[in-house]
């Protein structure tokens, strides 16, 4: 036997003493068979940006490989071919790109941006794929003591012998670089100097150089290249003997220039609003003009700042151009105007256009050009008119779709759709769109290698409008399905009738409105806040922000009936209280005429008429839950009557009264709130001062803990309805479950309601019944975001109807149900029906972070599709994404998703049921991200890769024409470098990077050009690329 004495025992007893406290908390160790089987669950990627490139600057066409790139002020770029085939890439100084040229018959582009670098981008293929690349950078630098004009670059011109670029400058210069080394050949330079010596003195001394506005290359000789400055002088230039042939000599402001076919003329485009026609003969070296034109004068018009001259068959040319408009009447259209003999059209677009090209006929044996498609980029949309079909309609675009052409204001996803419903919502959607062309999308280079997607996505838009928009988002594009308008249910300023395309006969100038951006809304109390849709049975639920809540079915005729209307007065002519808000919308009498499509039935008007903040739809029960800042309600759709109304709002809360319009707010009441939690702060604090001795040293063995206050009643909103949910559970007492209503507030309480719903015989004949059966107060009053019941299995209960059409188990009635109540600060489970509690999970006292969106997503394995499970899927306040199992509440995994400081993002995020997401980026744009190994929709495609030997031949590899086959798509986090996760952060904050982008979408959701990084000249010698919407 051994026995220790003395100061050694003493101090082996204290070791053994602070073990045993420690081992309490040590983590216990990892299940490796849970550890592989969370690797085959969960996997983070950021997949593709649905919608429309914010602040989009540049515009590019590549008439051999049909590829279109796009470029923004946040230095992105973007490429476009068929649907299906898109890539992205990211200059590292998120400085603006200022012009795209594709170099001829290759797979590769440049760029210029606004700090005077240029970008050389490849297209290379890797992993049977083709990826976005930069290759090389490159900034032109002028002798010592030069000025910085002496090299900024204006114009650009890849020559078609792919070997050189001229680049023109403000100096008058125009300075030749190799490709692909952006080596400066200088001994090719072309001076402003050797230009001038043949021109007349008397015009030369008058009109010097300046800045080279325009390059053109000579279609039939590829050794004449046709320079335009900005003072009118235009001049042909010989390459191989380094001199001017011909001289044009105009007498206005030069634009742009465009040369003819077949190389005997060229058009010019002028700041006067004037274009002119120049013959080019090898009799005469300074020709005359055939034809100057002011087509919208003789009143000053606005410059023409880019033209076309495209040749038929017919021998009646198109003349395209954009402006010219008169400056006084409208000088603030933006326009871009045809003219086909005697058919002229303006093109009129709601927003600013940044550049346009026409699509035609690019064989180098083809006689004519035969334009068939007019590409607009404009700041908010892009628009595709068909120029084959009379009239010239628009083409309806597959993807680039203005998500924002009224401000998105909520939004609602619904996977696996029956494909009943979706033909028929496919089949009204085609109604709508009777006045687009048939023809097939003209942007169609490379191809989608990405497998079919597994099922019927649609993603719901609510607008500041009054309008939701259904998505296919089932794959890589995100295309238009159909719109609905709830704008007829009411009286408006606007006339829906209204047709502002309609003009007179004799109208001039011929302008015709083109384009869906519309942010302009008649009326902001039409904005859509919440959208419930069942799948099953068709019906739809969309509430607003005066308090209207429709439900709606769907018809495939059109219809015209009367909308019953009910009020639901929530605060139950309570003493003392007086709505400061907006007022109700008022609503049109008699029979209403819809479109085919989802017609509403029912109107519930809440009173007073604040925002709708929570609603719910039970199709199999017909009922459908709304709630406000003032309480909740039930309504029977089917009998069309208010079952009840529960007025949540707390004696002191007077803002809830003042309505989100009247922006009136009380300053004194929020100082004094504020003071009482700094008061309580400082007595709480001075407790645990005063109690502190031995405890202390307890205290500092358990895991850190943040000190939650506790919210005061009094605090305001606490009434504000967050989340509703209905359940069929055991709520009286555990031998029968009846149908339930469960509410959660801003304060932390939870509100059940017994139902009695009638059996299906006598639906029509007995009213619905409510009994408020139990009332739930969480300890720090934080507010209800979630509610959810599991059954007997632990598994949450199915969606109505989903077991009846066979596509769910039904719920487990025989073991005990339990209650999960999500707070902004804890998971915390209870049993039922007792409502005792049984588990619980700290997110706040633990994490510091607090819940913003929580919903149950399934997760199935990569390597077997006998195995998934339901986990609980949560967005915290500083964008981390966090995956906690059911039951037993147990932190799976946790990814970093969005910018703590991107709040408007935050507050976008919708999940879908099977483990992926969507949030705003931008106005514009949603960025989709998975969490599933299993679920993963990201763009895979290949674009056909020439080969270039030595002497500059072109060899098709065929890549293009190989059978279409399914690949597994995606790559993790962990399968890319630091440099590669670097770009991947890169690209998500490129649109980020300055708050007005933020306050935009914070606008939208509650109701220029932004700073860019320090211009750096010192370049790295590689850049980072992006591949199809990952980091490569």
């Not at 849970?34 to 490139?53: A, C, I, W, Y």
């Not at 942010?519 to 969309?542: H, T």
């Amino acid at each position: 036997m051994l026995t220790i004495t003395g100061p050694l025992s003493e101090d082996f007893w204290c070791q053994d003493t602070t073990a045993r406290k420690m081992r309490r908390f040590l983590r216990p160790g990892h299940d490796p068979v849970r550890e592989r089987l969370k690797r085959d669950l969960f996997q983070f990627n950021k997949t593709v940006e649905h919608g429309f490139p914010h602040q989009p600057s540049a515009l590019g066409y590549s008439p051999f490989l049909r590829l279109m790139a796009i470029g923004t002020r946040s230095g992105a770029i973007k490429l476009y071919g068929a649907p299906g085939v898109e890539f992205m890439g990211l200059h590292e100084e998120n400085n603006t790109v200022m012009q795209i040229h594709f170099i001829p018959d290759q797979c590769q582009l440049v760029t210029l941006l606004d700090d005077n670098s240029l970008h050389l981008w490849s297209l290379k293929q890797h992993n049977e794929a083709s990826e976005l690349r930069e290759e090389h950078r490159f900034t032109l630098k002028g002798p010592p003591g030069s000025p910085p004009s002496a090299t900024q670059i204006t114009a650009v011109l890849p020559h078609s012998s792919r070997e050189v670029l001229y680049l023109g400058t403000e100096s008058g210069n125009i300075f030749v670089v190799e490709l692909p080394s952006f080596r400066v050949l200088e001994d090719r330079t072309i001076t402003s100097e050797a230009v001038l010596q043949r021109v007349q003195e008397d015009y030369s001394n008058r009109r010097s150089c300046e800045l080279v506005e325009a390059l053109q290359e000579h279609p039939k000789n590829p050794d004449q290249i046709l320079i335009g400055y900005s003072r009118g002088l235009i001049v042909l230039w010989d390459l191989q003997n380094n001199k001017v042939t011909h001289h044009f000599l105009g007498s206005q402001q030069l634009e742009n220039l465009y040369w003819q076919r077949d190389g005997s003329k060229f058009i010019s485009c002028h700041y006067d609003g004037s274009y002119t026609q120049w013959p080019v003969s090898s009799d005469n070296r300074q020709p005359e003009p055939l034809e100057n034109l002011v087509p919208y004068g003789p009143f000053p018009c606005k410059a023409i700042s880019k033209i076309y001259w495209q040749t038929t068959k017919n021998g009646l040319p198109y003349i395209i151009f954009q402006g010219g408009m008169p400056r006084a009447s409208y000088g603030d259209r933006h326009s871009i105007s045809v003219v086909h003999g005697s058919q002229q059209t303006a093109f009129d677009f709601t927003s600013r256009v940044i550049d346009f090209f026409i699509i035609f006929s690019s064989e180098p044996t083809a006689e004519f050009d035969d334009p068939s498609a007019m590409v607009v980029l404009a700041e908010e949309e892009l628009v595709v008119i068909d120029l084959k079909t009379a009239g010239w309609p628009a083409v309806h675009p597959p993807y680039l779709a203005s998500l924002h052409c009224s401000a998105i204001t909520c939004s609602h996803h619904v996977s696996n759709i029956p494909l009943k419903l979706w033909e028929r919502i496919i089949s009204a959607g085609s109604k709508q769109n009777i006045h687009y062309s048939n023809m097939p999308w003209p942007i169609d280079g490379g191809t989608n290698i990405a497998p079919d997607p597994p099922q019927r996505d649609l993603l719901l838009t609510g607008h500041e409008d009054g309008t939701v928009r259904f998505w296919d988002a089932s794959g890589v594009c995100l295309h238009l399905l159909y719109k609905l308008s709830t704008v007829r249910v009411f009286l408006t300023d606007a006339d829906p009738n209204d047709n502002m395309n309609t003009l007179g006969e004799d109208e001039w100038p011929p302008l015709r409105k083109v384009g869906t951006f519309d942010p302009y809304s008649d009326d902001p109390r039409l904005g859509i806040q919440k959208i419930y849709l069942c799948k099953y049975s068709g019906y739809l639920a969309v509430a607003g922000t005066a308090g209207q809540v429709l439900v709606m079915e769907l018809n495939d005729e059109d219809a015209e009936h009367v909308v019953d209307h009910a009020e639901a007065d929530l605060l139950q002519d309570q003493e003392g209280y007086r709505w400061k808000g907006h007022e109700k919308l008022k609503t049109r009498d008699g029979p209403v005429r819809f479109e085919a499509g989802f017609q509403p039935f029912v109107l519930v008007q809440c009173q007073p008429p604040a925002v709708v903040t929570s609603l719910a739809l039970h199709s199999e029960w017909k009922l459908v839950a709304f709630g406000t800042s003032h309480g909740f309600g039930l309504f029977d759709h089917q009998q069309k009557r208010l079952v009840f109304v529960k007025c949540t709002l707390h004696p002191s809360d007077q803002l809830a009264l003042e309505g989100p319009l009247s922006r009136v707010k009380s300053l004194k009441k929020s100082l004094r709130q504020s003071f009482r939690r700094i008061r309580r702060s400082r007595v709480s604090s001075r407790k645990r001062r005063g109690g502190s001795g031995n405890a202390s040293e307890e205290m500092e063995l358990a895991p850190v803990q943040r000190k939650i206050e506790a919210r005061s009643a009094e605090d305001s909103f606490t009434g504000f309805v967050r989340t509703l949910y209905f359940a069929d559970t055991f709520l009286r007492d555990s031998s029968r479950h009846c149908p339930s209503l469960w509410a959660g507030t801003n304060g932390g309480t939870v509100y059940a309601f017994c139902l009695r719903v009638p059996p299906a015989e006598r639906r029509m004949d007995e009213p619905v019944r409510a009994e408020q059966a139990k009332e739930i107060q969480l300890m720090h009053r934080a507010p209800v975001v979630g509610i959810l019941v599991l059954d007997g299995r632990s598994t949450p209960l199915p969606e109505p109807l989903e077991v009846a059409h066979d596509l769910s188990k039904s719920p487990d009635m025989q073991g005990s149900h339990q209650l999960l109540v999500v707070s902004e600060e804890q998971f915390k489970v209870f049993t039922l029906p007792k409502v005792s509690s049984k588990l619980k999970l700290k997110l706040t006292a633990l994490e510091g972070c607090r819940v913003r969106k929580v919903t149950v997503a399934n997760f199935g394995s990569c390597k077997t599709d006998d195995y998934s499970e339901n986990d609980l899927a949560v967005l915290t306040n500083l964008g981390d994404i966090q995956i906690i199992s059911l039951p037993f509440l147990k932190l799976q995994i946790r990814y970093p998703c969005i910018r703590k400081e991107d709040v408007s993002g935050i507050a976008s995020c919708v999940f879908t049921k099977y483990g992926q997401g969507f949030y705003l980026i931008s106005p514009s744009e949603f960025e989709r991200f998975s969490l599933s190994t299993k679920w993963l929709v990201e763009p895979r495609c290949v674009v056909d890769m020439p080969e270039v030997t030595s002497n500059n031949l072109v060899h098709k590899s065929g890549m293009e024409n190989a059978v279409r086959k399914s690949r597994g798509s995606g790559r993790s986090l962990g399968d890319y470098g630091e440099d590669e996760r670097k770009s991947g952060r890169l690209m998500e904050h490129a649109l980020l990077n300055d708050e007005k982008v933020l306050k935009e979408i914070q606008s939208t959701l509650e109701g220029g050009r932004g700073s860019y990084a320090e211009r750096n000249l010192a370049r790295s010698p590689l850049g980072h690329g992006l591949s199809n919407g990952g980091a490569d």
